[in-house]
Nanobody, 123 residues
Framework: QVQLVESGGGLVQAGDSLRLSCAAS????????MGWFRQAPGKEREFVAA???????NYADSVKGRFTISRDNAKKTVDLQMRRLTPEDTAVYLC?????????????????WGQGTQVTVSS
């Protein structure tokens, strides 16, 4: 049974940094593409960042230069380092796993999802 468990969310002020982590189990982690998405109230789930099985990375324009995605295959974790946060980054952040391994931006290409962790950025 595949499980993805996010952690690290919280309430921060604009300009602060936060690091999210996603722990995976029940899958051959090293062969999966991993992604981070976010969903704000009343909005569609949107792509944030992804990393392929060979650690190629892909970012949404809105976070490029501020967020960094990384993976640790030995620990089966994927992290999202977020810097210079703004209130527009407020959302539930969800980790997702992709069997194709490509690390794409299309949410429909992901096979497994975590429950999410709340990130709230105050102004």
């Amino acid at each position: 049974q595949v499980q993805l468990v996010e952690s690290g969310g919280g309430l921060v002020q604009a300009g602060d940094s936060l690091r999210l982590s996603c722990a995976a189990s029940g899958l051959t982690f090293s062969s999966y593409g991993m992604g981070w998405f976010r969903q704000a109230p009343g909005k569609e789930r949107e792509f944030v960042a992804a990393i392929s099985w060979i650690s190629g990375t892909n970012y949404a324009d809105s976070v490029k230069g501020r967020f960094t995605i990384s993976r640790d295959n030995a620990k089966k974790t994927v992290d999202l380092q977020m810097r210079r946060l703004t209130p527009e980054d407020t959302a539930v952040y969800l980790c997702a796993a992709q069997t194709s391994g490509l690390g794409t931006s299309n949410k429909w290409g992901y096979n497994y999802w975590g429950q999410g962790t709340q990130v709230t950025v105050s102004s």
